[in-house]
């Protein structure tokens, strides 16, 4: 029982630490200790900074990605506008996806209705 309490200590630990280099990378504006919070003060739940949520997952594939701000921000926007929006399904493309191919895409459009619209790019 000992070792799995350590597990999560050390998880949680480098958890933090990851909330913690995410903030300076995509917030370089806020004091992390002062400015954001872990929902429910459970290390590893939902990231909240300057009013904007995020899971583990997210903060992760973010900076694995190397998206910019604009890419975080904008994909965040456009899955609330998909939720608002009340579609039941899958937002038509993944954060992945619209980093290496959003230029491409009407994203907050395409969210609430459900399906990718290519844009015009000149």
């Known amino acids: 029982m000992a070792i799995d309490k350590k597990i999560v200590y050390r998880w949680r630990k480098a958890t933090h630490a990851?909330?913690?280099?995410?903030t300076e990378?995509?917030?370089?504006?806020?004091?992390?200790e002062i400015d954001t919070f872990w929902v429910g003060d459970e290390v590893g739940s939902v990231f909240?900074?300057?009013?904007?949520?995020?899971?583990?997952?997210?903060?992760i594939e973010a900076i694995e990605l190397d998206a910019t701000f604009e890419q975080l921000r904008d994909?965040?926007?456009a899955e609330t506008a998909h939720h608002e929006a009340d579609i039941s399904d899958y937002m038509p493309i993944n954060f992945k996806n619209y980093v290496k191919h959003g230029?491409?895409?009407?994203?907050?459009?395409?969210?609430?209705?459900?399906?990718?619209?290519?844009q015009v790019i000149k």
Request: aromatic share 16%.
């Open 18 to 22: 990851l909330a913690q280099v995410f």
């Open 103 to 118: 230029k491409n895409v009407d994203l907050e459009k395409s969210a609430i209705e459900g399906k990718l619209i290519p």
């Open 75 to 77: 994909y965040a926007d």
């Open 25 to 32: 990378k995509y917030f370089p504006e806020e004091r992390f």
């Open 48 to 59: 909240s900074v300057s009013d904007m949520f995020f899971n583990v997952d997210r903060m």
